[in-house]
């Protein structure tokens, strides 16, 4: 089979190689995946660099513990392992694969079965690979962390992305009015998704114009907390989903020490794969919600695609087609 492999961490373009592997063969517990599509999220720009450093303690310190990158997929079951429970050959499936490995950029994969969960009819393979990662960050940042409520006034920073574009959508389920922050040139398509009002980073920031939101969503956290308390209304909640490490540090402090006394929360979201995949799945078979896809593309152009995505010149996310169906 074809795959993505990298053996030493470095830019995609220079360690992200093509190359013909054999088929893995699924261990007892594992499900053998023949993959239709894949995406590109942060975890893959970050883990095939090996930054921030920390990613080396969890996948490896001197060299990549998974020499194929890629957690998110969809397809159909080609082989199951002897004590596999739920699921069946031809059964079509999709997931974050994140919580067992990695691997996803190859025509076939050997996973736990708990990895993935059957895919509904009615979401096509391209649109289920997009799923699971950035509208799951999107759903627990909003409803769990931010206790989203009707009418309110919120903030998207970083909003173009995977996890703005979800977020957008779930907000509008409850007619709020929403505000997207992310670079100049991707205001328009905002506007044409339905963000309420765009600013565009660099030209204004968004916690010093004396605006205030009952919710802010945060993709890109890279300012001090005592900012994002300027922005919020009373009793209102920030949730940030990552960003700079020294900012998701500082967030973490001042948000347990702001809880004696405030009324404004301050929240990191550290997400449940998968958990809540049957909400967004509902919401797609009634048409409430969509993905904003940018591609297809090849296995051919992956290593392309992840600089694309480290670049930010992605609209939505980046879908890979595997197999071709
Ligand atoms: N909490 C968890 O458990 C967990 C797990 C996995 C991942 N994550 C995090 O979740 C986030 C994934 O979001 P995503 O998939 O939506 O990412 P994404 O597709 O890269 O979208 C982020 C958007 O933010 C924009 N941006 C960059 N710098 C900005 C700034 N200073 N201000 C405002 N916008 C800015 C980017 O534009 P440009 O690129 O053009 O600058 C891009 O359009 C990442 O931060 C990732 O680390 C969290």
């Given at each position: 089979?074809?795959?993505?492999?990298?053996?030493?961490?470095?830019?995609?373009?220079?360690?992200?190689?093509i190359?013909e592997?054999?088929?893995?063969?699924?261990?007892?517990?594992?499900?053998?995946?023949?993959?239709?599509?894949?995406?590109?999220?942060?975890?893959?720009?970050?883990?095939i660099?090996?930054?921030?450093f920390?990613?080396?303690?969890?996948?490896g310190?001197?060299?990549p513990?998974?020499?194929i990158?890629?957690?998110?997929?969809?397809?159909?079951?080609?082989?199951?392992?002897?004590?596999?429970q739920?699921?069946?050959?031809?059964?079509?499936?999709?997931?974050?694969?994140?919580?067992?490995?990695?691997?996803?950029?190859?025509?076939?994969?050997?996973i736990?079965?708990?990895?993935?969960?059957?895919?509904?009819?009615?979401?096509?393979?391209e649109?289920?690979?997009?799923?699971?990662?950035?509208?799951?960050?999107?759903?627990?940042?909003?409803?769990?962390?931010?206790?989203?409520?009707?009418?309110?006034?919120?903030?998207i920073?970083?909003?173009?992305?995977?996890?703005?574009?979800?977020?957008?959508?779930?907000?509008?389920?409850?007619?709020?009015?929403?505000?997207?922050?992310?670079?100049?040139e991707?205001?328009?398509?905002?506007?044409?998704?339905g963000?309420?009002?765009v600013?565009?980073?660099?030209k204004v920031n968004?916690?010093e114009?004396?605006?205030?939101?009952?919710l802010?969503?945060?993709?890109?956290s890279?300012k001090?907390?005592?900012?994002?308390?300027k922005?919020?209304?009373?009793?209102?909640?920030?949730?940030t989903?990552?960003?700079?490490?020294?900012?998701?540090?500082k967030?973490?402090?001042?948000?347990?020490?702001?809880?004696?006394?405030s009324?404004?929360?301050?929240?990191?979201?550290?997400?449940?794969p998968?958990e809540?995949?049957?909400?967004?799945?509902?919401?797609f078979?009634?048409?409430k919600?969509?993905?904003?896809?940018?591609?297809?593309?090849s296995?051919?152009?992956?290593?392309r695609?992840?600089?694309?995505f480290?670049?930010?010149?992605?609209?939505?996310?980046?879908?890979?087609?595997?197999?071709?169906?």
């Amino acid at each position: 089979m074809k795959a993505v492999i990298f053996e030493k961490y470095g830019l995609p373009e220079k360690v992200l190689e093509i190359r013909e592997v054999e088929k893995p063969i699924p261990k007892n517990n594992e499900v053998l995946i023949k993959i239709h599509f894949t995406a590109v999220n942060d975890y893959d720009w970050g883990l095939i660099r090996g930054k921030p450093f920390l990613l080396r303690l969890m996948f490896g310190f001197f060299k990549p513990k998974y020499p194929i990158p890629g957690m998110e997929l969809s397809g159909i079951i080609d082989a199951v392992g002897s004590n596999v429970q739920k699921m069946k050959v031809g059964d079509a499936v999709y997931g974050d694969i994140s919580t067992y490995g990695f691997g996803s950029f190859a025509e076939y994969i050997s996973i736990n079965e708990k990895a993935i969960i059957k895919k509904p009819n009615e979401i096509s393979f391209e649109e289920a690979a997009a799923i699971p990662h950035a509208s799951l960050l999107a759903l627990q940042a909003l409803q769990d962390k931010g206790d989203i409520r009707h009418g309110q006034k919120i903030l998207i920073n970083g909003a173009a992305g995977g996890v703005g574009t979800f977020g957008l959508q779930l907000a509008k389920l409850y007619d709020c009015e929403v505000t997207g922050v992310d670079s100049g040139e991707k205001l328009e398509m905002m506007k044409s998704i339905g963000f309420d009002y765009v600013i565009d980073f660099k030209k204004v920031n968004f916690t010093e114009n004396d605006l205030q939101y009952d919710l802010i969503l945060d993709c890109k956290s890279n300012k001090s907390p005592f900012s994002y308390l300027k922005s919020l209304k009373s009793n209102g909640k920030y949730v940030t989903v990552g960003g700079k490490l020294v900012s998701l540090f500082k967030i973490l402090f001042w948000g347990k020490t702001l809880s004696f006394f405030s009324s404004k929360k301050l929240q990191i979201l550290s997400l449940r794969p998968n958990e809540g995949l049957d909400y967004i799945n509902e919401l797609f078979k009634q048409n409430k919600i969509k993905c904003i896809l940018d591609g297809s593309y090849s296995i051919e152009e992956i290593p392309r695609l992840i600089r694309y995505f480290g670049d930010g010149k992605h609209k939505g996310k980046i879908v890979i087609k595997m197999n071709g169906q």
